[in-house]
C-alpha cells in the first residue's frame, strides 16, 4: 500500500506513525513543505484524557512525549485584582517544535519516509500512483481549497484579533489574564511549555484593536505594546515573537472529508478554536480516528466512508464548544461588572463541557465560592450554607418563587372548544405539586380565531375562566407553585392540525379565517393569511385586554404574552414574516409597535403588584431573520414598557429554519440578553438536568430556567433534584411518607455517581523531565 501525507504536522505524522506500526509494508511518504526544524508558534496542550489515548496507540511516542512536558493540574482566573484558582483539570503543554522532532524521529524509527521542503501541487497529478493520500496541509490547505466545489468548506472569520506569542515568564497554572486599557479590553491565554518558557494568545476585540492602533504596527512594535498592557502579568518578562501577527480566527467546517481516494485531516478539514486548546488534540485524534477505520475496513473507499461518517459527530461536537467558548471571549465586556466569582465561574462553564457538578467534585471549595456569592444577591438568603443557585427563591414584582425551576409551556391539544378539560387539572397540578418554583401553563389563546389547532385551550369564556380558576385554585391550595398564564393568538400558523396528526399542517376541514402581519402563507400549501389592518389589530388588543382581566380574576400569579414562534405578535417582529410599507413594518421600531401596543394594554389591565413576561424568538435560524443586535433591542424595548422577565426562545418562524441543536442550545441568547439589556430572563431548550440548570444560573445565563420534556418524563423532577442536593422543598403532606425514601435513594446515587466519577477521571500522568515552578508575583 502506497501512502501519501501531505503536511508534517503532529496529525499527519502521528497518522504515518500508527499505520506504519501496523503495516510495516506500506509504503509511507509525508511531504513536508518546511524545514524539519521550522515550527510557527510555541506551545501545544494535551489533557489527561488526550494522553491516555496516545498511550493506548503507541507507548513509544507517548513516553517521549510525557518525558518532555510541563504538567499543572489547575486554571488561574486572574480578572479585576482578583485570583480564583481552580483545580483538577489536568493538562500538560509541550514545545511545538520539541512535539514534531519526537513524531518525526517515531516514524523515521518505523521507517516512515519524510521529505522536507516539498512543495506539492493542489492538482495532485504527482501523486497518481498512491493508494491513499492524506491532505493535513492545515488552516489554509492548498488541496482543499483546490476542490472547493466538492468539499464545500464554510468558513467564518471571526471578529476578534488575536496573536500568538511566547515569554520567558513561567507559570504554574493554565492562566486567563484580563485586562482592561483605554483603549478596552485585552485577554491573555497562558501557559508553560518548557523550562523558562510560556505561551501567550492575545486577543482583543475590533474596535479596542483599532484604537489601540495595532492596525498600523509591526510585529516588534506590537509585541512591546503588549509588554505594557500587561506589564504586571508578565513580571519583568518579555514577550518573544514567531510570525507573532495579528489575525482573525477563521471556524472551518467542510461538508465533505473525501474525495476519491483523498481525504481531509485536522485543520484542513475543519478547525476549533484556540480557547479550548484542541486544534492540535483534534488533528491527531483525527489520525486515530482514520487509523482505526482502515484496521476495521477492508478497502480504501470503505475505510475512508466509515471515518467521515463515524468521526463527524465528535467533530462537530468540539467545534460547537469551541463555537460557544470564543464567543465568550468576543463578548468579555458584557460580564465584565460581575462579581469576579461569577465572572469566573462563567468563563470555566464556558462551553458546556464542564457544569456545576462536574466543577463541584472537582473543585468544591470554588464551587461553594460560588454558592456563597449567588447566595449573596438573594435577599435573606443563608450564606454561611447556601443552597444550590437552582433553590434560591426570585421575586419579581411582588411574586416570589420559591425555586428558580420552571415548567416550561406546553400545548396540550387537549382542550375542548377552548374549554380546558381534567386532563388538564391532572397535567398542572401533578406539575405544580412537583415541587417546581413556577408552573407555566400552554399557550392559552385570546379568542377561537387565535388557536392555533381545534385542541389549543382558550380564555375567552366564563366557562373557561372557570375552568382556570379550578386549576389555578388547586395548584394554589396544595403547592407552593406560583402560576404563569401566557396568552397569545396563533397568527399564520392558526387552523393547523394537532401536533401528532401534522404539526403546523393546514387542517383538511373545518378551518377558520387567519390573519398575520403579511399575507404569507407558512407552508406553500398553508391557507394565505389575511394582512392584518388598524380595525384588526384594535380587535384583536380589546381581546388580549379581556383574556387579561379573565386571567386576573382567575387568580394567576403572573402574566406572559407570546411574542414568539411565528405566531401573530412574532410575525411582525420578524423581516421575515413582515413585509409592510406601512408604519407597522421596516424598521425595527415599527416592527415593535403592535406588540408593544398590545403588551402596554395588558400592562395596564394586569395588577401593578403582579410580573409580567414575554417570550420572543431571539433568533430565526434563518438568513434574513432577527439578528442578535435586533433580538437585545426588543428586549431592551420590552423591559422600558414594563415587562419584568423575558422569555428567550428560537425559531419556529418559517419551516426554512434550521436551528443548530445541542444541550441548552438556547441559552446563549439568554445569556446575550440578560447581559447586555440588563433585563432578566429565562431560557429554554434541550435543558435536562439539575446540574445543567445550576451551571446556567451560576453563571449569571439566566434568572429562571424552564424545562419541558424532563417535566413532561417526570412531574416530580424537583422533588428528585432536592433530594440530590439534600435540600428541603414543599411537599404535599399527601407524599411526606416518600420524602425519606427519596432522600435515601439520593444519597446511594450520589455515591454511586462519585464513584463512577472518580473511576472515569483519566489518570494523572506522570510528571517528564521538568515541572513548572511556582510563578514569581
Known sequence: MRIAVIGGGPGGLYFAILMKKWQPAAEITVFERNRPDDTFGFGVVFSDATLDIFERYDPESYRAITENFAYWDDIEVRFKDTVHRIGGNGFCGCSRQTLLILLQNRARQLGVEMKFQAEVEPDLSAFAGYDLIVAADGINSRIREANRDHFQPEVDLRPNRFTWLGSTRELDAFT??????????????????????????IETDPDTFARAGLDRMDEEQSARFLEGVFAEELAGHPLITNRSLWRQFPMIRSKRWVKDNVVLMGDAKGTAHFSIGAGTKLAMEDSIALFDAFRAKGTVAEALASY????????????????????????????????????????????????????????????????????????????????????????????????????????????????????????????????????????????????????????????????????VGFAHANSQAKICLQLGHAGRKGASKLMWEGMDRPLAEGAWPIVSASPLPYYPDSQVPTELDEAGMARITAEFVAATERGSR?????????????????????????????????????????????????????????????????????????????????????????????????????????????????????????????????????????????????????????????????????LKAAAWYGVDIHQPPQYLPGKDQALRNAVKDRSDFEALKVAAKPKRHARGSFAPKAAAE
Open 308 to 471: 467521515e461518517t463515524d468521526r463527524r459527530e465528535e467533530v462537530e461536537r468540539t467545534q460547537h464548544a469551541a463555537d460557544v467558548s470564543l464567543v465568550w471571549f468576543e463578548h468579555v465586556e458584557r460580564f465584565w461588572d460581575m462579581d469576579p466569582r461569577q465572572f469566573a465561574f462563567g468563563l470555566m462553564t464556558r462551553s458546556k463541557a464542564i457544569t456545576y457538578e462536574n466543577l463541584r467534585l472537582r473543585a468544591p471549595d470554588f464551587v461553594a465560592e460560588t454558592d456563597r456569592m449567588f447566595a449573596e444577591g438573594v435577599p435573606g438568603a443563608d450564606i454561611v450554607k447556601p443552597r444550590p443557585p437552582l433553590f434560591q427563591p426570585l421575586t419579581l414584582r411582588d411574586m416570589t418563587v420559591a425555586n428558580r425551576a420552571v415548567v416550561s409551556p406546553m400545548c396540550m391539544y387537549s382542550a375542548v372548544e377552548g374549554m380546558p378539560t381534567d386532563w388538564h387539572v391532572v397535567h398542572y397540578g401533578a406539575r405544580a405539586i412537583g415541587g417546581a418554583g413556577l408552573v407555566y401553563t400552554e399557550m392559552v389563546c385570546v379568542a377561537p380565531d387565535a388557536r392555533i389547532t381545534p385542541g389549543c385551550a382558550g380564555l375567552w369564556s366564563d366557562a373557561q375562566e372557570a375552568a382556570w380558576t379550578r386549576i
Open 554 to 718: 382567575c387568580g394567576f400569579d403572573m402574566l406572559e404574552l407570546h411574542c414568539a414562534h411565528g405566531y401573530l405578535l412574532a410575525s411582525f417582529l420578524s423581516p421575515l414574516t413582515n413585509q409592510r410599507t406601512d408604519a407597522y413594518g421596516g424598521s425595527l421600531a415599527n416592527r415593535l409597535r403592535f406588540p408593544l401596543r398590545v403588551f402596554a394594554a395588558m400592562r395596564a389591565a394586569w395588577p401593578a403588584e403582579k410580573p409580567m413576561s414575554v417570550r420572543i424568538s431571539a433568533t430565526d435560524w434563518a438568513e434574513g431573520g432577527i439578528t442578535e443586535a435586533e433580538a437585545i433591542a426588543i428586549a431592551r424595548a420590552f423591559a422600558e414598557a414594563g415587562v419584568d422577565l423575558v422569555d428567550v426562545s428560537t425559531g419556529q418562524t418559517t419551516p426554512k429554519s434550521r436551528p443548530v441543536y445541542g444541550r441548552m442550545f438556547q441559552t446563549p441568547y439568554s445569556d446575550a440578553i440578560r447581559n447586555a439589556a440588563d433585563v432578566k430572563t429565562m431560557c429554554v431548550g434541550n435543558i435536562t438536568s439539575a446540574d445543567q440548570m445550576n451551571t446556567i444560573l451560576a453563571a449569571g445565563r439566566a434568572d429562571l430556567v424552564a424545562l419541558g420534556r424532563p417535566h413532561l418524563a417526570d412531574p416530580s423532577f424537583m
Open 176 to 201: 486567563f489574564f484580563f485586562r482592561e486599557t483605554d483603549h478596552g479590553i485585552f485577554i491573555a491565554h497562558t501557559y508553560q511549555y518548557e523550562p523558562g518558557r510560556s505561551t501567550w494568545v
